[in-house]
């Protein structure tokens, strides 16, 4: 495993809410560490190392009861600390503690910071809030996962560079010349946050299903945040035409928008997670404005699962030596995605050779750091 892969002080998705519901006891692997992820007594959110301390048996084999977790293979019972409640033939031995990681729930996703839980700060947590407003048949969101077998920095790099949705998403969500004859390109760089945008004056509004123009001129934009390590988030806008026109070069964050989550966490080297999600606004207009939820969510997985994943995976399987080895054309639309991975770069750096810090080895380097208390 090479050590400049991942940074560990930092929030990554680890799991939508609802994946915990029903008592459910998940397995799953972050950065190249097995765990399982349920919820406590109390109803909290809690990951622990996938392997008890007894004999290894991975614990998502088990049974969650009651809030703990009961090993399958000899009955031990750990709560959401990892620490062992219950030993089914004698007395609970002192070193009977798995590792757990520091949680938190937020806009219904279970985020965990895999480094060091003494720094894990939940202000640090980009906003998703509009993933709370999933309440009526005309203001909705949709929910999805697809596992993608490439780099993360693949995934990055796909969302932060969206002319590919005049090409890739031609029958789902692109294709209709939007950015190709109308695309102004600009990147907004904020250090760990950068957002990578279209503005589009002057479009035909077209009818989701005919594609037909319906008569309406609009200004378009497609707006994408990035915030460190792989959390994204995209605004997609149809305003008035020219009544904004003074945002072309401003934030646009506070004007009515369809927002998506787009949230990538490293599975281990070769694949990651993507969760992802796609809000529908009361009164959208635009591309989601005629979809009722069941639409919505079939055209958002064929997009991300039928389209952008075996790209990726093709990509990836294309690619022999590390990213900048390939020596990769870097065009203009790639700004924002090229900004983004140098600055995830130079944040690992920085985490890992902090300055006058002696040197690490590169095996210590990539663990995470659970805790056990
Ligand atoms: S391996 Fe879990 S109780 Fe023995
Ligand atoms: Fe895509």
Redesign the pocket.
Known sequence: MQSELYLLNCWYGLAWSTELDDGALLARKVLGNSLVVFRDKEGRPAALRDRCSHRMAPLSMGKLKDGVVECAYHGMQYDGSGRCVHYPFGPVPARAVVEHYAVVERDKMIWIWPGNPELADSSLIPDYHFHNNDDAEDDWVVFGYTNVKADYRLEID??MD?S??EY??ATSFGGRGFITNHGRYQVRDLGNEIHSNWWMPAIDLVHPGTRQPIGVQADHFLDMRWNAPSNMRLQVGFLPQGVHADREDAPRDDLPGQFSAHIITPEDEGSCHYFWSADRPKGSVGFVGGMDKEMGRKIFKV??EI??KPMLEAVAANMHKGFWEEKPLILPNDVGGIRARRRLAKLIREEQEPAGAEAVSSEALIQMTPSIS
């Open positions: 796909n969302l969206l590919h949705a890739l998403h997009a991300f389209e952008d």
